[in-house]
């Protein structure tokens, strides 16, 4: 058990805990608050980073696509990279106002937005991976749809619905325990922490 987590389980079990002892608890709290978006910042801009290597070494053969498959592909890849950087921009400015600040209600409110953004990072990934694979799978099933006779194509389309959705389903699971493990986990912490100092801000109030 780390210091923090001493002080809050003497603070909860005194209530007379001295003034000098709930102020170096907000410090800690502050600190952790601070340690935890500044690890959201740094993982969501190794993803980016992760992102754009895989994007580059598995690089699709636009050979083989329609012109409005390539504008598709190309607005689609703007749009994600953009939103994906206003995230990361999100994440900094949370942790810089975070750092920088020592009035509990900024403090309290960075949090609240912090988790929003997290939240709707999440979604927003999600939703891509389930767009990309219905849009690969619609381009794949209109390639072979000019390459197969009629019979051939219904079986080449049940095959493709079954498998794409079965893989889709898989992939998204895998996704969603990975954040669950880590972005949830770093949410959690920065719940708890903002709850403790509401608490603190609530008592001081009373």
């Given at each position: 058990m780390d210091g923090l987590d001493l002080l809050k389980q003497h603070w909860h079990k005194d209530n007379n805990f001295p003034q000098v002892d709930k102020e170096a608890l907000r410090g800690m709290l502050h600190k952790s608050s601070s340690s935890i978006v500044k690890w959201i910042f740094l993982i969501s801009i190794l993803e980016l980073a992760l992102g754009i290597i895989l994007s580059f070494s598995f690089?699709?053969?636009?050979?083989?696509?329609?012109?409005?498959?390539?504008?598709?592909?190309?607005?689609?890849?703007?749009?994600?990279?953009?939103?994906?950087?206003?995230?990361?921009?999100?994440?900094?400015?949370?942790?810089?106002?975070?750092?920088?600040?020592?009035?509990?209600?900024?403090?309290?409110?960075?949090?609240?937005?912090?988790?929003?953004?997290?939240?709707?990072?999440?979604?927003f990934n999600l939703y891509c991976i389930i767009f990309s694979f219905v849009f690969i799978s619609i381009d794949e099933v209109i390639i072979q749809y000019q390459e197969r006779t009629t019979g051939e194509f219904i079986s080449f389309l049940l095959f493709m619905v079954i498998l794409s959705s079965l893989f889709c389903w898989v992939f998204l699971l895998i996704v969603k325990l990975y954040y669950r493990v880590l972005y949830r986990r770093l949410v959690k912490k920065l719940t708890k922490n903002y709850e403790e100092l509401l608490e603190i801000d609530r008592q001081e109030q009373g």
């Open positions: 690089g699709i053969d636009k050979e083989q696509h329609s012109l409005f498959y390539d504008v598709v592909y190309t607005v689609f890849d703007l749009v994600f990279y953009t939103v994906i950087c206003y995230f990361i921009y999100s994440f900094f400015n949370s942790y810089r106002q975070i750092k920088s600040t020592n009035n509990t209600k900024v403090l309290l409110g960075t949090i609240l937005k912090t988790r929003q953004h997290v939240d709707r990072y999440i979604r």
